[in-house]
């Protein structure tokens, strides 16, 4: 939930910060835009590598669960249902981290330009 908000607060931030660069048109405020830019940029880099880091924290627990699946056909597992239940809600984190990834990069993008 935290990097929900996170997400939605620094692109929030980002664009407003992206619309007030369009505006601009003085070489001499676009030098200046351009150094904000890089700490956009180094923001928006920070929060993907956290992104990424729980992605492939996910993916790990995943691959646990399908080793103790594997071993077992589900039938030691703590509850089947729980298990299938935990791996719905791993599948729709990863959904939403491979969007803000992206919603992430094309604000880095734009701010290169």
């Known amino acids: 939930m935290n990097l929900f908000l996170e997400t939605g607060r620094l692109c929030r931030e980002t664009d407003a910060f992206l619309a007030e660069k369009q505006r601009t048109t003085s070489p001499l405020l676009k030098v200046q835009f351009f150094e904000r830019g890089q700490e956009w940029t180094a923001k928006l880099t920070e929060l993907q590598t956290r992104i990424a880091s729980a ?13 103790a699946w594997g071993k077992t056909c ?15 809600e791993i599948c ?11 919603q992430l990069q094309e604000r880095m993008v734009q701010l290169s330009f």
Not at 55 to 67: F, G, H, P, Q, T
């Open 55 to 67: 992605s492939k924290a996910l993916e790990l627990e995943v691959r646990n669960i399908d080793e």
């Open 74 to 88: 589900g039938a030691g597992l703590p509850e089947r249902g729980a298990v299938l239940r935990r791996l719905e």
């Open 92 to 102: 729709r984190l990863l959904g939403f981290f491979g969007r803000w990834s992206g």
